[in-house]
């Protein structure tokens, strides 16, 4: 299974590559079904290896990673180290990988529309795929570093071109921050790795056998510096701004891995990396962690609350939901932390579907201003009780699967951060709010001479992401244990180092 792993994570790339040199250029209906292929066989890889991961391994051993490969990438022996080609997963990291890949393969369904230079664009998703599912299978910190990287200019590309409105200015926006929190991050793992003793190391495993110093610099400076980088993707308030802006001038399957995806690299890295490798600093950390997620949920909301311009709702509302993942994680218990990576899988199923109906809305009518739509219902039938089942979803009605996420979170932040978690809430009242405005405003009243004749959605590659997203939805919120039992191995190793 560890060749299916390597296979998972760079066959995207290896499409990327036919596809540049193999494909003609002005053969969109190539690139599309290419791109289709590569995706879905990644897809079905990571289905593969979620049916052979082990979810009862006993006990929690010292290394919980399955489906290792790992080699000496560059050998720096006389600089007293090396960086490894290291990759595995565990619960955690193999959920993130069948949330990654499956939203690919709805990325590219919903891009089968595309006609501005369709293989360019192709061989950018691709890539886009490989740099993302590196980030969640690498367990060294320079390959973790090189991937979380490699995004950068995929996404610029994607945005840049294939974007609307300030499309330069949102794609610019996007890397500058990214970049920033990246100095940060880079900084804070070169530090952690040659502070590791006995023997400096990048290896994440060993690292959780080491004992890491601060010779270089103190842990408290190490964990803040790498924090500003997860703090900047997952986003969370002040760090935020950046986002808005890149989902808005998006095109719709960007906008769908921005959320689904991209964002929860954060997430990821402070579960993975913070709270793993420094789960002391960790605890010291955990009052402001929970702060700033009280104001994030809080803030996000309300600014949802004001919006007009459909995506930007959406955005904002990311802001929000992406504070329940740091609640969670602030609380360092078994529950909310489960109820954190939980929320990372939901909100990018849920978060996807709205994204992906707001395309749709816009590709019939041309807007995204609420006050210029209403009565969508009496023509768009369809979309409008997906896009409700969506909104209803992402306010957390139980028996879809952002209830359970949100549950776990609250339930096991309650007893430690009391005042952040009724903050948090609240967050939930402000959510209904502005999704059952949304709706009301966009889908039900009377019928607009203007949208009498607006066609719904009837592309099959439309539907059946709709339907594949909906599925997962109701699925997840019915019988959570279909990710809970394979997340629940991760977070035991997670809690086992918090003692």
Same mark, same amino acid.
């Given at each position: ?159 840049? *071109? ?265 967050? *939930? ?43 997962? *939805? ?26």
């Amino acid at each position: 299974m560890n060749g299916v792993l390597v296979f998972t994570v760079f066959f995207p790339a290896v499409a990327a590559a036919v596809l540049m040199l193999a494909v003609p250029r002005d053969s969109q209906g190539q690139a599309k079904w290419l791109a289709l292929m590569a995706t879905g066989a990644s897809f079905a890889a990571s289905v593969v290896l979620v049916f052979a991961f082990d979810r009862h391994p006993g006990e929690v051993a010292a290394n919980p990673f399955q489906f290792e490969s790992q080699g000496t990438w560059i050998d720096a022996a006389s600089a007293g180290f090396d960086v490894q080609f290291h990759l595995g997963v565990d619960g955690l990291g193999v959920t993130m990988v069948l949330l990654t890949t499956f939203l690919f393969v709805i990325a590219t369904l919903i891009s089968f529309g595309v006609t501005l230079r369709p293989k360019e664009y192709f061989i950018w998703l691709l890539a886009l795929e490989t740099g993302g599912l590196g980030v969640f299978t690498s367990l060294d910190l320079l390959m973790f570093f090189f991937f979380w990287e490699v995004e950068l200019l995929p996404m610029y590309m994607l945005i840049s *071109i294939w974007g609307s409105g300030r499309k330069e200015y949102s794609a610019m926006k996007f890397v500058l921050y990214t970049v920033a929190g990246s100095a940060f991050m880079l900084v804070g793992f070169l530090a952690m790795g040659f502070s590791a003793q006995p023997d400096p190391t990048f290896d994440m495993v060993a690292l959780q056998q080491s004992t890491i110093g601060d010779a270089l610099l103190p842990l408290w400076v190490i964990f803040g510096f790498i924090f500003i980088a997860f703090a900047v993707k997952l986003p969370m308030f002040p760090l935020h701004t950046w986002l808005p802006d890149a989902h808005t001038d998006a095109p719709t399957a960007v906008s769908v891995i921005l959320a689904g995806v991209l964002l929860k690299m954060g997430g990821y890295g402070m579960l993975r990396i913070l709270v793993t490798l420094l789960p002391e600093t960790a605890k010291d950390y955990g009052v402001w962690m929970a702060t700033l997620a009280a104001i994030s949920v809080i803030y996000g909301a309300v600014l949802t609350l004001r919006q007009k311009d459909l995506k930007r709702l959406v955005a904002y509302s990311s802001v929000s939901h992406m504070g329940y993942v740091l609640l969670g994680v602030a609380a360092l218990g078994h529950l909310s932390m489960s109820g954190a990576a939980l929320q990372m899988f939901t909100h990018g199923t849920i978060t996807g579907l709205l994204f992906l109906m707001v395309g749709v809305i816009y590709d019939r009518t041309h807007t995204r201003d609420i006050d210029q739509l209403g009565g969508l219902a009496h023509t768009m039938p369809l979309t409008a009780t997906v896009m409700i089942i969506a909104g209803l979803a992402s306010l957390g009605l139980p028996a879809l699967s952002g209830f359970v996420a949100e549950l776990f979170v609250f339930l096991g932040s309650f007893d430690k951060y009391t005042l952040p978690t009724i903050a948090a809430v609240i967050g *939930i009242l402000l959510s209904a709010g502005y999704i059952t405005w949304m709706a009301q405003r966009v889908f039900f009243g009377p019928r607009h001479e203007r949208w009498a004749h607006v066609p719904d959605a009837d592309q099959w590659w439309e539907r059946v992401p709709m339907a594949a997203l909906v599925l997962v *939805i109701v699925a997840v919120g019915v019988r959570p244990s279909l990710v809970v039992d394979v997340l629940d191995s991760g977070m035991l190793n997670i809690v086992q180092r918090l003692g």
